[in-house]
């Protein structure tokens, strides 16, 4: 069976945290980047290939595709840490029938219209939105930017936000 070791919104995707402290910590042996638009975006694309650590391969899928894949059960035997920038792509995952137990929020920089929620982390309405859907499903939030950080509860965050 297919082991996810983390599940982590981080608008960078693979920068050096990632790739050094996060991957080394899970141990993991697959990167998957879930995003609609990273997938259409070659430059992207060979970026992402370019930072990804040596011991993981690299998936970069549309919402869909992951759902299928991780339904079907694609990657078993594989220690899967799944990167998407929002929460949105793992509420669509959600939708279509595959349930993520936890999902660790590292970083979502501030924008146009969006509340801070904690530091390194600033959400527009739609993303409170898609966070409280997912926790409604029975997904446990948690909020740290290190593998080292204590946990912090982010539903309690949005909750006080």
Partial sequence: MQNIVNVRIDERLIHGQVAVLWSMHTKATRIMIVDNDVVKDAVNKAALKMVC????????LTTQRAADNLKANKYEG????????GPHALREIEELGYHFEEINVGNMGGKQNTKTIKKSVA?????????????G??????????PTDSDVDFEALLKEA
């Avoid at 959400?123 to 926790?135: G, K, R, S």
């Avoid at 499903?137 to 290190?146: E, S, T």
């Fill in 53 to 60: 650590p040596q011991q993981c391969k690299l998936s970069i």
């Fill in 78 to 85: 594989e220690r899967v840490f799944i990167i998407a920038k």
């Fill in 123 to 135: 959400c527009t309405p739609e993303d409170i939105e898609d966070f409280l859907y997912l926790a």
């Fill in 137 to 146: 499903k029975g997904v446990k939030l948690n909020a740290k930017m290190a």
